[in-house]
C-alpha cells in the first residue's frame, strides 16, 4: 500500500448538512483469473471490499473497485498504484484508526445455472491513520 489517508468532508448526498469521513487508498492487485473459466464460465465479476467494525454497526462492508472479465479477455489483472474507483465513506466520523480488512470477491457468471458468490482466500487488513488528511 502506498498510502492511505482519511478527510473530513461535507455530506452532499445525503442532503443532511453533516461532515463524513472520507478515505482513500492508493494499491497494486495482481490476480491470475484463469483457473476459473472452464466451459460453462461466461465473463467473471471482480470487485474489491473493504470491511471494518464501529460502535454503531458490526459488519461495514464497501465496494472500493469492480471489474468484468469476459471469457475472451485477459484472465490476467495487473494494477499498479490504482485508486480506489468509488468512494469510501463512513456513515459518520468512524473511519481514522479503524482496523480494515481488504478481500477480493468474484461472481461466476455462468452460461447456464447458479451465480456463485466467492470470496478469496487472502486478504488484507491495514489500520488507517488516526488523523485528517489536508
Do not use: C
Not at 473459466?37 to 464501529?54: D, P
Not at 455462468?110 to 489536508?134: D, F, Q, V
Request: charged share 25%; no cysteine; proline share 4%.
Amino acid at each position: 500500500w502506498y498510502q492511505r489517508r482519511v478527510r473530513y468532508r461535507p455530506d452532499h448526498l445525503s442532503g443532511r448538512r453533516d461532515y463524513l469521513d472520507l478515505a482513500a487508498f492508493d494499491y497494486d492487485l495482481k490476480v491470475d483469473m484463469s483457473e476459473s473459466f472452464h466451459w460453462n464460465v461466461k465473463m467473471i465479476f471482480l470487485y474489491l471490499v473493504a470491511e471494518y467494525t464501529n460502535e454503531d454497526n458490526t459488519v461495514n462492508q464497501v465496494v472500493l473497485w469492480d471489474k468484468i472479465v469476459m471469457r475472451e479477455d485477459n484472465p490476467h489483472v495487473d494494477l499498479k498504484n490504482m485508486r480506489t474507483k468509488y468512494y469510501f465513506f463512513d456513515d459518520g466520523n468512524h473511519l481514522r484508526g479503524a482496523n480494515t480488512t481488504l478481500s477480493l470477491h468474484w461472481n461466476v457468471v455462468p452460461n447456464a445455472g447458479l451465480l456463485p458468490n466467492i470470496r478469496g482466500e487472502k486478504h488484507l487488513s491495514t489500520i488507517l491513520p488516526a488523523e485528517y488528511y489536508n
